[in-house]
């Protein structure tokens, strides 16, 4: 009987207006990070700007939670739409934590492996946005929703790979300055790490698909 109510009950799609406002965060967040890391950048102006759109997926986090407490029927169950948008969260987050810890050690010069991963950041942020805007109609785009997950997952490895070289490298030239090591090897790990949380998105979304097929 409730499942008959609920498919005659009109559905509350506004979730995925919120989740395409969080992805949209996720997309200038990764932009103002990976400008931070350009020669001749301005670390503090472009920090800044990554902690304002940090805010701003808070914002609308806080808003899905809220939705969720007030709605009464929801497009897919209430803890899949809380792990999707605290999966987003996090991806922003990790962005913050990165861009806090090149201040916190007043770094000022970057590899270009490390501006490498930042790209794929800003492509992972794209693949987000994708998969969110596909997910309004889960049926009709599974096929597309699990091609952008496997993208994802292979841009996960390029970062993964350009991560252990650069840490290569890094080590080789620094054999004589642990410290500047340390802090690198630091600012690489945030850097894998901001696209390892985009796979988490990925493998939310994926898994939402999957009970909905």
Not at 85 to 107: F, G, P
Not at 180 to 192: A, R
Request: a negative charge.
């Amino acid at each position: 009987m409730l499942a008959w109510f609920q498919k005659i009950m009109p559905r509350e799609d506004k979730f995925f207006d919120y989740f395409a406002q969080h992805a949209q965060t996720l997309v200038e967040g990764s932009r103002a990070l990976r400008e931070l890391l350009e020669p001749g950048a301005d670390i503090a102006a472009c920090a800044a700007r990554v902690s304002k759109f940090e805010q701003d997926a808070d914002d609308v986090t806080s808003e899905v939670l809220l939705a969720v407490r007030r709605t009464f029927i929801t497009p897919f169950d209430r803890s899949d739409i809380q792990g999707l948008v605290a999966s987003m969260d996090d991806a922003i987050d990790q962005m913050k934590q990165t861009s806090k810890s090149i201040r916190l050690y007043e770094v000022t010069e970057f590899d270009p492996k490390m501006r490498q991963i930042a790209d794929l950041i800003i492509q992972s942020a794209d693949v987000t946005v994708e998969m969110i805007a596909a997910m309004r109609d889960m049926k009709k785009n599974s096929n597309r929703l699990m091609n952008l997950a496997v993208k994802m997952t292979r841009l996960e490895e390029q970062s993964d790979e350009l991560h252990d070289a650069g840490l290569k490298e890094m080590f080789r030239a620094h054999r004589a300055d642990a410290m500047g090591y340390i802090i690198g090897s630091g600012i690489y790990s945030n850097l894998e790490r901001v696209v390892d949380r985009f796979e988490d998105v990925a493998n939310h979304i994926n898994t939402i698909v999957v009970e909905h097929l």
